[in-house]
Every structure is written in C-alpha cells, then in structure tokens.
C-alpha cells in the first residue's frame, strides 16, 4: 500500500468577525473556497506511526489526527506519512488544517473508520479541517466548524502572495479585540443572510461582501500585508485579500479571462514578490 492524497489550501473570499463566544473563540461567518494550491500526503505502511513535515517545526495536525484515529481504535497497520509542503506555513490558507482533512478523508479507504468519528475528529482539531474535508465552496459559521457546501462560483482565479514573514492565528484575533473590529450577533446573522441570498450556483460574490475583518489586525502586526494588498490591486486584481489570518495576501479576478489575467498580473509581481503565483478554485483533492 502506497497513497498519494492531495491537500488544496484554502481562502476566505469574506470572513465576518463577531463577539466572543463562551469558548474564547469568535463567531464567525466566512466564505471558504478549495484553491490548487496544495500539499501532497504520502502514506506508506512502516514500523510505527511517523509524521513527516519539513518545514514544520514542533507538532503538527496530522500527528493530532492520526492519534485521534488511533483513539477511535482506526486498525490501520503503522504508517509513515511524508508532507510535500507547497501551502506556506502560517500564512492563512489553511495548510496544517488541509494536512489532517486529507487523512482524514483517506482513512476509510485504508481501514474501516464511521463517517460520524471522522466529522467529529474534524471539529475537535481546530474549526478551518471540516471545511477541507471535502474540498470546494462552503459558508462557515460558528467558529468557522459549522459547515454548508455550496455550488461553484462563477470563472474567477486567484493569484496567491505569500509573504516572508508568519503570524499566529490567536495573535492576529486578539489584535483584532485590541482594534474592536468586531461585529455584534445581529450584524453578522444580517452578513449570513446577505451572503445566503447571492451563493447561487455559478454566481459572483458582490463587492461589498469581498471582505475580511481580521485584515486591518493583519496589518497592524505585519506591515508589508498593507503594501502587497497595494501591489496586488495595482497588478489588475478585482480584489484583493488577506488570507484568513494572514499574512498570505490573494487577488481574485473574474470573468472568462480571468485565468489570463492572473497569470499576467502574477508576472508583474513576482519583482516585488518572488513566491507569488496563480491558483484556480477546486472541488475535489485530484
């Protein structure tokens, strides 16, 4: 046994930041879509069970989903899982939360495992891996772990600029409550609503709700977010975004030239911003 699973980053096309919950976590409504931008699991029976990421430093997702699979007494044989890193890492695309959804959606066929232990494993390892269970367009809310998959949106692509700098994910929400850039509940079920009643399936997200409130955090502990964010707009873009929690900054482009346009607009970047690249929207890991 050799498998190869594939695992699409993600970005937030709009994320709604609002109150504190009894948790410590926010209530959220954000808009997430599966882009190629992906790393690649490969998983191979071994001596006991081995994670390996490089790059990544310290613990990881996948170790934390692979011993929750353990827990659910999963009987697959020891396994030795390498990650081919392509999503930057704490950048806001979702990489380590791609990591463990791509074994979680592998384990089944390695050995039996109930589609109800794997959806609850999701959520108990952090609110971004149900979302990338299945890979393409779905509304989070709650903390971003209630999740409803939507259709496909209309032609659009992205361009991705990862910068040379990281930022924690808990940093990046309390700077947001320094910034009270929080909504309160009515604010955001109105967000919800608005957001519910234009997802029709080939549709284009409006302009006004191309937005991520924990952008203005993201620049105030990182800087340069401010001037790609700049650059990315200059390059052509429809829009340009910060990446869930930063300090990834995307362009997104729409139309049936779109593909084009990024590709050229990424060209014009890459100066300024060696790393940037094109990424188009997914739906399945191949």
């Avoid at 994320?15 to 599966?34: I, K, N, Y």
């Avoid at 396994?79 to 990591?99: N, Y």
């Avoid at 990862?162 to 109105?190: C, F, I, K, N």
């Amino acid at each position: 046994m050799r498998l190869r699973e594939l695992a699409p980053g993600k970005i937030n096309l709009c994320l709604f930041l609002g109150p504190v919950r009894g948790d410590g976590r926010h209530e959220l409504v954000t808009l997430f879509e599966s882009v190629s931008l992906a790393d690649e699991l490969v998983i191979s029976p071994s001596s006991a069970d081995e994670v390996v990421a490089p790059g990544v430093e310290g613990s990881n997702l996948v170790s934390e989903a692979l011993a929750g699979l353990r827990r659910r007494r999963w009987l697959a044989p020891p396994l030795r899982i390498e990650i081919d890193k392509r999503i930057p890492v704490a950048a806001g695309m979702g990489g380590g939360s791609a990591d463990a959804a791509a074994l979680l959606r592998v384990a089944p066929r390695i050995a039996p495992v109930g589609a109800v232990e794997v959806a609850e494993l999701a959520v108990e390892l952090g609110a971004d891996v149900p979302a990338q269970l299945t890979p393409g367009v779905s509304v989070g809310t709650g903390a971003g772990e209630v999740v409803s998959w939507r259709a496909g949106l209309a032609e659009h692509a992205l361009v991705i600029v990862p910068l040379d700098a990281a930022l924690s994910t808990a940093a990046v929400y309390a700077e947001a409550d320094r910034l009270g850039l929080g909504r309160g509940r009515d604010e955001l079920q109105a967000r919800l609503a608005e957001l519910d009643a234009t997802l029709e399936p080939g549709g284009r997200l409006p302009d006004a709700l191309h937005v991520n409130d924990l952008a203005p955090a993201a620049v105030s502990l990182c800087p340069p977010v401010e001037e790609a964010l700049a650059a990315v707009r200059t390059a052509g873009a429809d829009h340009a975004l910060v990446c869930g929690s930063g300090p990834t900054v995307a362009g997104v482009f729409w139309g049936a030239d779109s593909e084009d346009r990024a590709r050229r607009a990424a060209a014009a970047l890459t100066g300024r911003f060696p790393r940037a690249t094109v990424a188009l929207p997914v739906s399945s890991p191949s």
